[in-house]
DNA sequence: TTAGATGCAAATAGTTTGCATTTGT
DNA sequence: ACAAATGCAAACTATTTGCATCTAA
């Protein structure tokens, strides 16, 4: 038996089972930093376990996605999303409008709002992203 | 002919044709409040106008997101996006990660990490996205 | 006038489903 | 033991592409 992530650990306290396609997935997951997309994430997990179904993948990133410890968004203008991680429920990058590249950044400083969003709506937040849209600065030279 | 948005202006400034594709789209998206999936904006652009084509809706919303005046984001565990404008180059909600509501807001105060990050980074900030997760009034009654 | 954009229909790719079988607890 | 989850392959759906034609500037 593996030791237990963190994330899989809350899969187990969420009351569902810790399989392993569902361990697998989480494995790549947290193997890579930054970005994946559901491609990529196939791919990976079938060199680790040939025998995990594309089906269980997907089922996986639905339920990552529902707890909370992913989340997909749209990076590179394809249909396709790209999945990542919020760790510690929260995530925050600089996607580049021009070249798509990815800046990631830790701080965001949105507690106060977070508390105050909870009183004005009276919601119990676990988790958000942040994206800001820019220019890099190679785009901002080669002028358009 | 129509009077312009000022959306509609940004797209002639950025040196792009306005055809009555992209003004179809833009006025479907602006006359609806909150988010659309290209479904609902595929249907609703066939309603004002049979003749524009599919494929013209899907790169007129490729383009507005590349111009960052709309964004796709996840809202409903599908992996069909859904396109929200941004408005004043930002957009803000907080999605239940139980039954999928959506709440928006327009509060952010994030101007000032704004500033610094184009310092840190070196790059010329256009918009963003702030969504947070959570669970909406109704949801944390009825228990998991 | 002419580069850019379109509409169409066919091709592609990504995702979901149904179901018999397996597995974690 | 047994509900939950899986793998498979087929079905679906959303999106993209190629190209001849059209149109905004």
Redesign the pocket.
């Given at each position: 038996?593996k030791d237990l992530s963190n994330r899989a650990k809350r899969l187990?306290d969420a009351?569902?089972?810790?399989?392993?396609?569902?361990l697998?997935v989480l494995d790549v997951l947290e193997h890579h930093s930054g970005h994946m997309?559901?491609?990529e994430i196939?791919e990976a997990v079938a060199t680790i376990?040939?025998?995990?179904?594309?089906?269980?993948?997907?089922?996986?990133?639905?339920?990552l996605t529902r707890l909370a410890i992913i989340r997909?968004t749209y990076i590179d203008?394809?249909?396709?999303?790209n999945y990542v991680l919020l760790p510690d429920g929260h995530h925050h990058h600089i996607v580049c409008i021009r070249c798509n590249r990815v800046i990631e950044f830790d701080d965001c400083g949105l507690s106060a709002l977070e508390h105050q969003l909870e009183k004005t709506y009276d919601v119990v937040i676990s988790g958000h992203l942040l994206e800001f849209y820019a220019l890099c600065v190679a785009c901002q030279d080669s002028a358009q």
């Open positions: 038996m187990r009351g569902y089972k810790l399989t392993n396609a569902r697998t997309t559901s491609s196939l376990d040939p025998n995990v179904g594309r089906a269980s993948v997907f089922r996986t990133l639905d339920l997909p203008g394809s249909m396709t999303p």
